[in-house]
C-alpha cells in the first residue's frame, strides 16, 4: 500500500467515526429529553438510610452506651427532624435544652435608684 492510498483510508476512516459519534449523540440526547418529559423534569429524590442506634455508636457527638444515651440522641434526632418540617418558625430548638422555669431574681436596690423613687 502506498502511503497516499493509507493517508485516503485514515481520512475515510475519520469520516465514518465522526458521522458515528454524531449518531450515538443525537440518540442520547432523544433518549434524554424523553427522560425528562416522562419525569416531568423533576429529579426523585432517594430516601435516605435511617440512623442505627447501636451501642458504641456516636451519633451528633454523642456516643450511646446504654439507654440513657441512647433516649438522649433519638430526642436530639427528633428535634432536628421538627426543625427541618418547621421552616417558618425561625425560633430553633436546642435539642439538649431541659424545659426548665425561668429563675426569679431579686431587683437589686442601688444608692441612685433608691434616691431617685424617694
Known amino acids: 500500500m ?12 475519520l469520516a465514518i467515526e465522526l458521522k458515528r459519534d ?3 449523540q443525537a440518540a442520547r440526547a432523544a433518549k434524554l429529553a424523553k427522560k425528562k418529559e416522562s419525569s416531568g423534569g423533576v429529579r426523585k429524590l432517594k ?4 440512623i442505627k ?15 440513657d444515651t441512647r ?6 434526632l427528633k428535634v432536628e427532624a421538627a426543625n427541618r418540617m418547621d421552616c417558618d418558625d425561625k425560633k430553633r430548638r436546642d435539642p439538649l435544652a ?15 435608684v433608691a434616691a431617685m423613687e424617694e
Open 47 to 50: 430516601a435516605k438510610k435511617a
Open 98 to 112: 431541659v424545659k426548665k422555669e425561668p429563675m426569679k431574681t431579686k431587683k437589686k436596690v442601688t444608692k441612685k
Open 53 to 67: 442506634l447501636r451501642k458504641g455508636a456516636i451519633v451528633r457527638g454523642v456516643k450511646i452506651v446504654d439507654s
Open 71 to 76: 433516649k438522649k440522641v433519638e430526642r436530639i
Open 2 to 13: 502506498s502511503k497516499k492510498n493509507n493517508q485516503n483510508i485514515r481520512r475515510a476512516g
Open 22 to 24: 454524531k449518531a450515538e
